[in-house]
């Protein structure tokens, strides 16, 4: 039952804009995931200090039976999926784009109904991390061609930290990094050193980051979520889905292909994306009216 579980949220935290904890609360498993995690970090910590008794005490309260069946079925799903979205972002840039883009608008309606007011100090939070990023990533060339280990490593430990933001995808990280492309394709190919890099990195945001993130929920959640709005907002820029999507890698030619372009599309180009950014949507808020209406308040708020 917990591998079914994890195919759910695998099949979920793949694609940008849809997180996997939302899954986990759908499936009434949130908090024991939450809790896990935090466990786990705390003693990935521990052990990085040299505490290794400590570290196999705070391990002990992990929920093992139920963590490593979830973390499998999460593997699988992201390991079936990589490919036919890898295939779709070099043979469909634009449609994926689309679709990516109605995944993450969704999720700013979703997390902007999280905290309980909106000051004007979180509202100019939001807009200047919106704008900052805005700018921000129209500087960057496109998508990581061919990332040093160092990259790798880091977008590990920031993809992860994914797990306890409220609303947000580590897919959407890798996204806003540029590593998104590469990472689907590391998966596909079995590019075991890029992937072990990754997997390192995750472990390391894990035990360093992921403490720090929670106390910060738990003491500023709603600034960190206007923070959060802020970042999505921006991100957009990159979901452009003209002239070129989210942005691919033409492994024939090595062109980097970018997507954070603002051209405006044709008009026979412009039906599908549209489409697909709609019909995302309407699935994206159909799972959080049900999450709501089942389980309580939306998916995050940790206060």
Known sequence: ??????????????????????IALLLGIYDRLIDSARNGSRSLGLLLRGDLRASLTRAATVEWAFLLPLLVGIGIAVTVLAGPIEAGLADHPESMAGLFLGLVLASILIAWRIPGSWSRGRVGLTAVVAVVLFVALGWQAGPVADPSAAILFASGAVAICAMILPGISGAFLLL????????????????????????????????????????????????????????????????????????????????????????????????????????????????????????????????
């Open 1 to 22: 039952m917990h591998v079914l579980r994890g195919l759910c949220m695998g099949a979920a935290d793949v694609v940008p804009g849809v997180s996997g904890g939302t």
């Open 176 to 303: 806003m990094l540029g590593m998104y492309s590469h990472v689907l394709a590391a998966v596909d190919d079995r590019m075991l050193g890029d992937l072990a890099l990754f997997g390192l990195g995750a472990i390391a945001g894990l035990a360093l980051f992921s403490p720090l993130l929670g106390r910060m929920l738990e003491r500023h959640h709603d600034l960190v979520l206007a923070a959060l709005v802020g970042l999505m907002i921006g991100s957009l820029r990159v979901l452009w889905p003209w002239p070129n999507g989210v942005g691919v890698i033409d492994r024939d030619s090595t062109e980097v292909i970018s997507g954070a372009s603002l051209d405006w599309p044709a008009t026979s180009e412009i039906s599908v994306p549209l489409l697909l950014a709609t019909a995302a949507m309407v699935v994206v808020l159909s799972l959080d009216t049900l999450s709501r209406r089942h389980l309580g308040p939306t998916p995050g708020k940790t206060r």
